[in-house]
């Protein structure tokens, strides 16, 4: 019951950040610039997908996998721990009668939620992006009925990989507050999870396992066996989750 209470008013204030914002801003600009490049390449990009909805939904989510979905989660989970810190409401936060671990375990929900949000949108984008694109160059043919369940599972499974990087991000975000330093070890780990990620396609098998590379494995080719990579990110994300709210407890708050 008081995880809810916390858990409501850490949405409430989520209204006083850019972050709510971005949870309909970041999946729409994939959505529009992958719409104008396939409206112009169509060729290159699509023609040699054998199901087009598949090579659709593969393009966007490589683009959001890539860069979009990292940056944003770097930048979510620091702007929702930016309330606190750039005002200094720890003090009096804390000082409540609620249980630490409740509000960090309620603001990694909000993040959570909000990643899944924006996954949900980003479908929603693949099925108009489909819509559209036969308009602008009639040459496409996609097929119907439209394979929604496979476009979900993948952008699904992008999703669940990412969470051990949020987990990894959202106790950065808390734990230092300068702003620079979550979003620093953000933008550099995802330049680093690119390079893995091109590694493992060049004969590396430890690139896969590099948390902000985990979300590209589900798009890899050859398909890689994604369900022990899932548990992964689900077991090692809810530990780095504990050990981060055992820290947030016995800190001292300044």
């Known amino acids: ?45 699509l023609y040699r997908a054998s199901d087009l909805w598949m090579g659709l939904t593969r393009i966007i989510l490589v683009f959001w996998a890539i860069l979009m979905m990292p940056l944003y989660v770097t930048l979510a989970t620091a702007l929702l721990a930016g309330l606190e810190h750039a005002e200094n409401q720890w003090k009096l936060l804390l000082a409540r009668p609620v249980p630490r671990w409740t509000v960090y375990v309620a ?25 559209v694109l036969p308009v602008l160059q009639p040459e496409l043919r996609f097929r119907s009925p439209i394979p929604l369940f496979m476009i979900f599972e993948k952008a699904s499974q992008v999703t669940a990989l990412a969470f051990l990087s949020l987990t990894i991000q959202h106790w950065m975000s808390l734990r230092w507050r300068p702003f620079a330093v979550a979003v620093g070890v953000g933008v550099v780990a995802t330049v680093v999870g690119y390079v893995m990620v091109v590694s493992t396609r060049h004969g590396s098998a430890l690139g896969i ?15 890689l066996n994604i369900k022990p990579l899932l548990w992964l990110s689900g077991a090692v994300g809810l530990g780095v989750a504990a050990a981060g709210c055992l820290d947030f407890c016995r800190r001292e708050v300044k």
């Open 1 to 45: 019951m008081l995880l809810l209470r916390v858990l409501w008013a850490e949405v409430l204030k989520t209204k006083r950040t850019a972050a709510l914002w971005m949870v309909v801003v970041a999946p729409a600009s994939v959505v529009l610039l992958m719409v104008f490049l396939l409206s112009q390449v169509p060729t290159m990009l």
């Open 209 to 223: 396992y590099f948390p902000w590379a985990l979300p590209m494995t589900a798009l890899a080719m050859p398909p």
């Open 107 to 131: 603001k990694l929900i909000v993040s959570v939620t909000m990643l899944c949000a924006s996954a949900t949108l980003l479908v929603g984008g693949v099925l108009v992006a489909g819509t």
